[in-house]
């Protein structure tokens, strides 16, 4: 269904994007803040891990990221599909929020892998979907993809020397 964008139209998209960007963005900072607090700085972190604060303030970008190419390409076209474009962008903040719960708050690192590895292809697949309606707004994601790739390289590290889990002997 083609639907004409009128102005009251892209301020609620506007609040559309903001409160379901910002609902994730909340949840997934909780999850990491847990995790950050209970086991992930007691564990031996592989070369590839960031500091601490990286995650939390990484994924927040990310959600400025995407929310901003999400509603540039709404602006810009005259109309639009808009679950063709809204799909991929809820499953991208799907899956962000279910890496964080799993990797995280649960410590699932194999899970978080298994999550992080359809999200990259999703990430992708969104690039250039986004790049059908508006160039610029596919453009606004290479960065955040390239945090997904560095997220998943961080993971497969994790795994690779804790295993599935992440459990902490004391």
Request: aromatic share 22%; proline share 5%; hydrophobic share 55%.
């Amino acid at each position: 269904m083609v639907k004409k964008i009128t102005e009251n139209t892209k301020y609620m998209i506007m609040g559309y994007v903001f409160v379901v960007g910002s609902v994730v963005a909340y949840y997934s900072k909780v999850f990491i803040n847990i995790g950050l607090n209970e086991w992930y700085q007691l564990i031996y972190h592989p070369f590839l891990a960031p500091a601490n604060f990286f995650f939390p303030v990484a994924w927040m970008l990310a959600d400025i990221l995407l929310g901003a190419a999400f509603f540039l390409l709404v602006l810009r076209l005259p109309s639009i599909e808009f679950p063709k474009y809204n799909y991929p962008f809820l499953g991208l903040l799907i899956m962000q929020f279910l890496w964080c719960y799993t990797f995280f708050y649960y410590r699932w690192l194999g899970v978080g892998l298994l999550i992080m590895i359809p999200y990259m292809v999703l990430a992708f697949k969104t690039i250039r979907t986004f790049r059908e309606g508006d160039a610029q707004s596919a453009l606004i994601l290479y960065p955040y993809f390239i945090f997904i790739i560095y997220t998943t390289l961080v993971n497969m590290s994790f795994v690779n020397e804790h295993g599935l889990t992440a459990i902490i002997y004391m």
